[in-house]
């Protein structure tokens, strides 16, 4: 191990991380968690031993800084059991790292006992309400609502994340192959399933886009002002098509990920056809959706 690497600070020793998680294809808004939860980690280390470096670092100093009111309590009030388990996330995931690059000697992060939490059901539309919400867009023949139509159905059709739909590129459509091509979690490719409805919808969109879009612009969807929609944008044209069609429900983009996945289970009954689908590398991430279903039926049976 070089005097370099020993010596590390933990805010340094953060950077070197990041570039990690950089290298390893994670996503801005990850790295962006990390680093806020580690910096927090390292100022309440920093004011309990000052000039520390990450060589230094024990367990019970992690034990006393997962104890100090900057780390349990936020200007809001007390932090969040998921906060805390975020945070303890982002800590062993920082030192099993450094123990790997050889920035400390031993891991003092091992011993973090991390407390399973309660998995809260998302929200996501019912049949009902789905039906509700397309039957609002197919009313409208401008533009603008296409293209929503478009990218909603696309989110239903599919599965995928917001952040894939909004980097979607004109030609990872290939309507005739039945498919589109994401960019998932770290990086990685996968190829979508195109149902034939959706096809057609998308042949309609294409032929309006290419007749309103500068033919240089790469984006599949496309703002008001020729630019790529961003994602807070498209999380807002939802939330305006879920107001204009009466549903009150608080539902983000992602709720129609859940909204794809629990019908889907619904439909098949097949837990390892949504993994599939969903891209999930753990069963146990795709279990949740069982449990949605499972909802759905014991209100079905309190309504006979």
């Not at 920082?94 to 891991?107: R, S």
């Not at 952040?163 to 770290?186: Q, S, Y």
């Not at 149902?195 to 294409?206: E, G, I, V």
Request: aromatic share 4%; proline share 3%.
């Amino acid at each position: 191990m070089s005097n370099q690497t020993a010596d590390l600070d933990l805010t340094g020793a953060t950077e070197a991380f990041c570039a990690r998680l950089s290298a390893e294809g994670r996503s801005p808004a990850t790295k962006a968690a990390y680093r806020r939860d580690l910096a927090l980690v390292a100022r309440v280390a920093g004011e309990l031993a000052p000039g520390i470096v990450c060589r230094a670092v024990t367990a019970r100093l992690l034990d006393q800084v997962f104890s100090a009111r900057a780390v349990t309590e936020s200007e809001r009030g007390p932090r969040s059991a998921a906060s805390l388990h975020r945070m303890k996330t982002a800590v062993r995931a920082f030192f099993a790292w450094a123990a790997e690059a050889g920035v400390v000697d031993d891991n003092p992060a091992r011993s973090i006992r991390m407390h399973r939490l309660p998995r809260k059901l998302p929200v996501f539309l019912t049949a009902a309400e789905k039906k509700q919400l397309l039957k609002e867009l197919k009313g409208r023949t401008d533009f603008s609502a296409l293209r929503d139509r478009a990218m909603i159905e696309v989110l239903l059709g599919t599965g995928i994340r917001l952040g894939e739909l909004a980097a979607l590129d004109m030609d990872d459509i290939d309507l005739d192959a039945k498919h589109l091509r994401v960019r998932a979690k770290g990086n990685v490719p996968q190829v979508k399933f195109i149902k034939s409805d959706l096809r057609t919808l998308l042949r309609r969109y294409l032929a309006e886009r290419r007749r309103h879009g500068r033919p240089e612009m790469e984006a599949l969807f496309l703002s008001n002002r020729d630019g790529r929609l961003c994602q807070r944008q498209i999380a807002n044209r939802l939330a305006h098509w879920l107001r204009k069609a009466g549903i009150e429900k608080e539902l983000t983009p992602h709720g129609l990920r859940h909204t794809f996945a629990t019908h889907l289970y619904g439909a098949t009954n097949d837990l390892l056809v949504v993994q599939r689908a969903l891209g999930h590398r753990d069963v146990s991430t795709t279990q949740i959706y069982t449990h949605l279903v499972d909802g759905q039926l014991e209100e079905a049976l309190e309504r006979l």
